[in-house]
């Protein structure tokens, strides 16, 4: 198909320095959990970027210094001639498809607890660590000695960054690291040239551009990312005048909100270009070309970003995450093919827990170098042969997308009226809608594959599946929530959980409407609890939440959801509970217990709704299982369970599984490789 001529903005060509950008494509710094402890698996993952259409493509935060050292997080690594090979690897698989690489030269100051190389980082001022981990340390307090260090450190590093081949070099002003510290009032209290008023406190910076514009001259564009308030109109600390005393000196300005929870934020709570006005006066005070992200995801919004003058590239992380095929999908006039974000931030959760990104909507994510995997691409089917998917959630919906790709005759057959298992249910719930996206861009999919039959409302039991004769049978049949209380507190059912009064999750999603006062135990403490909590309160009924650990939904702080789910909870009118674990149920009240001393209290309620731990919808598997020779004598080949129906997870985790499955189906597994070194 051709481009809708609309779009062609997108598509022009655009000069950064003394290099030219062959599109307004522009995946910017993100994290990826392999920095330098993973080079292949992050040099293959960039250059899949770079072969989707992205006309630049930039490494995750870059260290220039041991004293800058984010262990356990594998940042990428920028400070020896090793680092210099490691990231060729990745300026060559982005060369290959004619896109720029871009690396974000990084001192993390008082943000670094230096767990690894045991150095002292330096800061503005002694500060202590607020990192994730939030160490125990300090930061030491930079004198002019030290001054001239870090100059020097930022000068050694460009000259690596040229090495290695990178277009465009990045000094790295923003997110509460040592250069954004300096311009901040709230840490530079320093008497010095350096603080004070703002010509004073943006010296540093001033300097360092100075210094990095020297080494990379004609060679290598300037880039510099800073931060700028959210709410640009009240500016306390002065970003913006300290902006305006540099605005003409890089070559390109990478701009995000001085508020992390809101540029990375959840679709819960954040939506698409939420930043554009931010970005909008930024682009008033400067001539050269500015990035800014804001989860991108259609088509028109990108356009809008660029014809109105608010920036001159689409900036992204989560969207080239989702699809690193986007670009090319809007060249191509393939607008419903694009794989959308849903903003869930598992990707960011995995990094944050210091392990490769993975993502919701493209199973492939991390798995490029791994095992192989392209997100455009499959291997055809081994044979013809045919494949029975029993349950149409999401990793039934994936395995029979990617089956389809590859050519397999495929039967999808799902007990309910409509596609989508877990996802219909929750997408509904008060910020969830984008979660729909991993149902919708599925079936989308597969309507257009004559090669794959679809039967809703058909629950099949053994006999059914033995007799459609099919060659490979998976089963993806989902799970249910406990309404029983065991999970990680509870090792057994609490007293009085039989109760109409104790009500189930399925049961309130499929429409029961409680009324009265509703305690809802939260032991899943991801994103559920709070959002069931939220409906609730909009159907007017009264919401007590306990949890047993210190804090509600404790995994949403990997998620960025933690803290705008608690701030919606409280303006909502929900009452707080932490470090109570459930007991009883009795008489209209929930008895619960103190998780450290054991003292005993209750809470009236007319409803009580427990979320802990889920059971597998495995009972046609173990049927089947236990018929397997039958299976096998009547021409069966394969017969598998997936997912949830296999283990419950989140759902990246469904969707991985259906993907693996289909994937690996007539391959000869080889498992997927290793990127570490190997002593000889």
């Not at 809708?4 to 903005?9: A, I, K, W, Y």
């Not at 600390?237 to 890089?250: D, Q, T, V, Y």
């Amino acid at each position: 198909m051709a481009r809708d001529p609309r779009f062609d903005p997108l598509f022009e060509p655009l000069r950064i320095g003394p290099v030219t950008a062959p599109n307004r494509f522009y995946q910017v710094p993100h994290c990826t959990g392999m920095g330098y402890l993973r080079p292949q698996m992050l040099a293959e993952m960039r250059g899949v970027k770079a072969e989707g259409g992205w006309g630049v493509v930039c490494t995750e935060y870059c260290s220039i210094h041991e004293s800058s050292d984010e262990t356990p997080y594998p940042c990428a690594s920028l400070r020896d001639d090793d680092d210099v090979s490691n990231l060729r690897l990745m300026t060559e698989k982005v060369h290959a498809h004619g896109a720029l690489a871009g690396v974000e030269l990084w001192y993390g100051g008082h943000g670094s607890a230096n767990l690894y190389s045991r150095a002292t980082s330096l800061d503005v001022a002694s500060l202590p660590n607020d990192a994730t981990l939030g160490v125990p340390a300090q930061s030491q307090a930079m004198d002019r000695s030290d001054i001239r260090a870090f100059r020097k450190m930022y000068r050694e590093a460009a000259k690596r960054a040229l090495q290695a081949d990178f277009d465009i070099v990045y000094v790295y002003a923003n997110h509460y690291y040592l250069l954004h510290n300096f311009l901040n009032p709230d840490f530079n209290r320093r008497s010095d040239e350096y603080g004070g008023p703002a010509a004073n406190r943006v010296r540093l910076l001033r300097e360092v551009i100075d210094d990095v514009a020297a080494i990379v001259a004609g060679r290598s564009a300037l880039a510099v990312r800073y931060s700028i308030p959210r709410d640009y109109e009240n500016d306390p600390k002065g970003l913006l005048e300290c902006f305006s005393l540099i605005a003409e000196l890089p070559d390109l300005w990478d701009i995000t909100v001085d508020d992390y929870g809101y540029e990375m934020g959840s679709s819960r709570f954040v939506r698409e270009a939420s930043n554009q006005e931010a970005m909008r006066k930024i682009r008033s005070m400067t001539s050269r070309p500015v990035v800014g992200v804001g989860r991108f995801t259609s088509p028109d919004t990108m356009l809008a970003q660029i014809a109105g003058g608010i920036q001159d590239f689409i900036g992204a992380a989560r969207p080239s995450i989702a699809d690193p095929f986007l670009p090319q999908k809007i060249s191509q006039g393939r607008l419903e093919d694009i794989r959308e974000c849903i903003g869930c931030n598992v990707c960011y959760a995995h990094d944050s827990l210091a392990v490769p990104i993975r993502c919701t909507q493209n199973p492939t994510m991390g798995e490029e170098w791994r095992r192989g995997w392209h997100p455009e691409k499959v291997t055809p089917s081994h044979a013809d042969e045919t494949v029975l998917i029993v349950g149409a959630g999401p990793a039934g919906l994936e395995a029979a997308c990617t089956l389809g790709r590859r050519g397999y005759r495929v039967t999808l057959a799902e007990a309910e009226t409509e596609l989508g298992g877990r996802i219909n249910r929750e997408s509904s719930l008060p910020g969830l809608a984008e979660y729909a996206r991993v149902r919708d861009w599925r079936i989308e999919q597969l309507a257009r594959m004559p090669n794959v039959d679809i039967y809703p409302d058909n629950r099949l039991d053994t006999d059914a599946v033995l007799r459609l004769d099919s060659q490979h049978v998976i089963l993806a049949t989902g799970a249910r929530w406990r309404s029983d209380g065991v999970g990680r507190w509870r090792r057994q059912a609490f007293a009085g959980c039989e109760q109409d009064a104790v009500i189930g999750v399925e049961q309130l999603l499929d429409g029961f409407n409680p009324g009265g006062h509703v305690v809802i135990y939260d032991d899943d403490h991801y994103y559920l609890g709070s959002a069931l909590a939220l409906y609730l309160r909009a159907q007017g009924a009264g919401v007590t939440m306990v949890s047993p650990q210190d804090s509600l939904g404790g995994w949403g702080k990997f998620t960025t959801e933690h803290r705008p789910a608690m701030r919606a909870l409280i303006e909502a009118g929900v009452q707080v509970v932490t470090a109570r674990g459930l007991v009883e149920f009795a008489d209209g009240r929930a008895e619960f217990e103190c998780v450290y001393g054991g003292a005993r209290t209750s809470i009236a309620a007319d409803y009580l709704l427990p979320i802990s731990a889920r059971v597998s919808n495995d009972e046609l598997w173990r049927e089947l299982d236990a018929r397997r020779d039958e299976f096998g004598t009547a021409g069966g080949l394969s017969l598998q369970r997936i997912g949830d129906c296999r283990a419950p997870g989140i759902i990246a985790q469904a969707v991985f599984a259906g993907h693996l499955a289909a994937r690996d189906l007539g391959q000869a597994s080889i498992g997927p490789k290793r990127d570490r070194v190997v002593l000889s």
